[in-house]
Nanobody, 122 residues
Framework: QVQLVESGGGLVQTGGSLRLSCAAS????????MGWFRQAPGKEREFVAA????????YYADFVKGRFTISRDNTKNTVYLQMNSLKPEDTAVYYC???????????????WGQGTQVTVSS
């Protein structure tokens, strides 16, 4: 089992930045690929970014390329999502997830956090 807890969400103006964190406990964090997903009201959960266990492979959704950066610190059992140039359409609940291999589909992930709300005002 892996327990995931997200933090760092909040209210920010258009063009602002936030850094989300996802702290993991339980089994060896460094053996898991990590992903970030988001879900806006009335919409399906969508892929944002993912990073392999070593950090050697990283994937981004097209709509965040150049604005968001995923990273991880295996010594702190934490994965981060640095979000810059935020837009109102980035407003959503952001979830981190863990799986044995890197993936972009939410159905591939076995473990999920409870989510953190990000609201971008116009």
């Amino acid at each position: 089992q892996v327990q995931l807890v997200e933090s760092g969400g909040g209210l920010v103006q258009t063009g602002g930045s936030l850094r989300l964190s996802c702290a993991a406990s339980g089994r060896t964090f460094s053996s898991y690929a990590m992903g970030w997903f988001r879900q806006a009201p009335g919409k399906e959960r969508e892929f944002v970014a993912a990073i392999s266990w070593s950090g050697g492979f990283i994937y981004y959704a097209d709509f965040v390329k150049g604005r968001f950066t995923i990273s991880r610190d295996n010594t702190k059992n934490t994965v981060y999502l640095q979000m810059n140039s935020l837009k109102p359409e980035d407003t959503a609940v952001y979830y981190c997830a863990a799986d044995s291999s890197i993936a972009t589909m939410s159905s591939e992930y076995d473990y999920w956090g409870q989510g953190t709300q990000v609201t971008v005002s116009s």
